[in-house]
């Protein structure tokens, strides 16, 4: 049982490429979500999911869009990166009350 | 709309003492409350939870009680050790069940001194 895991750990972008972040689950939850983690700033939801192929915007979706073609696996795409998308992003998946969170990937836009 | 406060850190303490961090919140209806913890370089962990006023979790030695009159859930422990050394946030669920994500706090690190 792996729980959250995402990938990659670490990327670094230059303006304006495009990128995705994976994040797979294996405890059959049906809600995942996207954080972000800034320094000061705790994290912040983007985008959560209740569902297969279903999604919703957080917090602060601008920049990001999600897929959730399969029940595991929930997607964050980054079309045009931009230097203020540096940060640190977190996948979850929750069961009741608890998040799981993944291991995060730390994300540099140069 | 929803929010959570906790102090800022850091917060230095010895081993051996009492640790408070104070955590309010901002929310409508009946939220849940969590405390997380993260540990250098991982993701975050559940530290324990409250769903309801005036319930109390607890985990590790740590407690905290949810107070609807002063909108509170404070983290406490009697006696802290190096290795409780880590972030700790404080977060709500609006729906109480969390399936539309989780309102954190900035988050506090914590560093025990030997």
């Known amino acids: 049982n792996a729980g959250v895991t995402q990938t990659p750990k670490f990327r670094v972008l230059k303006t304006g490429q495009s990128m995705t972040l994976l994040c797979a689950q294996d405890?059959?939850?049906?809600?995942m979500y996207w954080y972000r983690q800034d320094p000061g700033m705790g994290l912040r939801l983007i985008h959560y999911?209740?569902?297969?192929?279903?999604?919703a915007k957080g917090e602060v979706p601008d920049g990001y869009n999600v897929s959730r073609l399969k029940k595991q696996n929930f997607l964050l795409g980054l079309e045009s990166a931009a230097p203020s998308q540096t940060s640190v992003y977190f996948c979850?998946?929750?069961?009741?009350?608890?998040?799981?969170f993944g291991p995060g990937t730390r994300l540099t836009v140069t | 709309g929803d929010s959570v406060t906790q102090m800022e850190g850091p917060v230095t303490l010895s081993e051996e003492a009492f640790l408070t961090i104070n955590c309010t919140y901002t929310?409508?209806?009946?939220?849940?409350l969590f405390w997380y913890v993260q540990y250098p370089g991982e993701g975050l962990q559940l530290l324990l939870k409250?769903?309801?006023?005036?319930d109390k979790g607890s985990n590790k030695g740590f407690e905290a009680t949810y107070r609807k009159e002063t909108t509170s859930f404070h983290l406490e422990k009697g006696s802290v050790q190096v290795s409780d050394s880590a972030v700790y946030f404080c977060?709500?669920?609006?729906?109480?069940?969390?399936?539309?994500?989780?309102?954190f706090g900035k988050g506090t690190h914590l560093i025990i001194q030997p």
């Open positions: 405890m059959n939850h049906e809600y």
């Open positions: 409250a769903t309801k006023a005036d």
């Open positions: 979850a998946s929750t069961r009741e009350y608890e998040q799981y």
């Open positions: 929310a409508t209806g009946y939220p849940s």
């Open positions: 999911s209740v569902g297969e192929g279903t999604t």
């Open positions: 977060a709500l669920s609006p729906g109480g069940g969390g399936a539309d994500g989780l309102t």
